[in-house]
Nanobody, 123 residues
Framework: QVQLVESGGGSVQAGGSLRLSCAMT????????MGWYRRAPGLEREGVAA???????SYADSVKGRFTISKDNAKNTLYLQIGSLKPEDTGRYYC?????????????????WGQGTEVVISS
């Protein structure tokens, strides 16, 4: 059974930074896509960043230059370093995983999801 557990959320002031983590267990294959999504209050869930099995990354335009996705394959852990935070970055951040693909971003459908971690940015 695949499980994704996020951590690292919190409340910070605008301009601050956080590091989100996602520990994955039970995934039966060595190659996979992983990504971060977020849902802001009153809005639909949106993609934030993705990384494929080769370490190729993709980002939403709204976070480019501020967020960095990375992973530690030995620990099966995904990270999202988020910086220069803005109030509009507030939301629940979800980790997702799925089968390997040449494109883990545009149109990719993730199969496994975590429960999310809350990020609140105050101005």
């Amino acid at each position: 059974q695949v499980q994704l557990v996020e951590s690292g959320g919190g409340s910070v002031q605008a301009g601050g930074s956080l590091r989100l983590s996602c520990a994955m267990t039970g995934y039966p294959y060595s190659s996979y896509c992983m990504g971060w999504y977020r849902r802001a209050p009153g809005l639909e869930r949106e993609g934030v960043a993705a990384i494929d099995s080769n370490g190729v990354t993709s980002y939403a335009d709204s976070v480019k230059g501020r967020f960095t996705i990375s992973k530690d394959n030995a620990k099966n852990t995904l990270y999202l370093q988020i910086g220069s935070l803005k109030p509009e970055d507030t939301g629940r951040y979800y980790c997702a995983a799925g089968g390997d693909s040449r494109d883990c971003w545009a149109g990719y459908q993730y199969f496994y999801w975590g429960q999310g971690t809350e990020v609140v940015i105050s101005s």
